[in-house]
């Protein structure tokens, strides 16, 4: 990874045009060739940026990163202040939250919470795509995904959504049905998975753990 500290603008032309400009940032540019602006503040998100595949041109003050899409950053600086180059090696990925992933565990050994009659089919089970965290059979035979998060948002029913048109590609599965189960589900995301015909349920932690007595709605 290259990381340089330089003062400098930035313009982008593409699907709009914007235009950055001239202060003090960071720019990163990673092993797989992309590139993102950042400032001292706003989190992890860049100011603007270009995803590989692209190519970059380092011209005398000037970068020019291109990709097939014509879209074009160029990023102007007048100072350069530091610039660094790192081996980071290959990464590992992210590895599921622990309560995550001990939440999954949890309703594996026991998928009667989400509903009376259940069965687990299996966990992680396979799609083309990457795989749905439990595959299970209702009280009347019926295939259900279920998908297992700590929060519940708009990306996790999206993501379930993909999950069960590949799922229903499989005649032995066809028709199977999403749940969204998580500790809390946010409001947009119990709206689209309802509008997606995807039911979703809060999970309680401590009373899956034995804490207490667990108390759940599946929607």
Request: net charge negative; glycine share 10%.
């Amino acid at each position: 990874m290259r990381l340089v500290v330089a003062t400098c603008s930035v313009d982008y032309q593409g699907r709009l045009q914007a235009h950055l400009p001239l202060a003090t940032r960071l720019i990163m540019v990673k092993a797989d060739g992309c590139v993102a602006i950042h400032a001292d503040g706003g989190a992890y998100k860049p100011l603007n940026w270009m995803n590989a595949p692209n190519r970059l041109v380092e011209g005398d003050g000037t970068w020019t990163v291109t990709n097939d899409k014509g879209e074009r950053l160029t990023i102007t600086m007048t100072e350069v202040h530091s610039d660094t180059s790192v081996e980071l090696g290959r990464d590992p990925g992210l590895e599921k939250d622990g309560v995550e992933a001990h939440l999954q565990e949890l309703l594996a050994a026991d998928v009667t919470v989400l509903g009376r009659g259940w069965r687990l089919v299996r966990r992680e089970h396979p799609t083309d795509i990457g795989p749905v965290d439990l595959l299970c059979r209702d009280a009347e035979g019926a295939a259900v995904a279920v998908e297992v998060k700590r929060r519940g948002e708009i990306d996790g029913v999206e993501q379930l959504a993909r999950y069960l048109e590949r799922l229903a590609l499989d005649p032995s599965l066809r028709p199977v049905r999403g749940v969204l189960a998580a500790q809390v589900v946010k409001p947009q995301a119990r709206v689209l998975a309802e509008s997606r015909g995807i039911g979703w349920v809060e999970l309680d932690y401590d009373a899956l753990r034995g804490v207490e007595r667990a108390e759940m709605t599946l929607f």
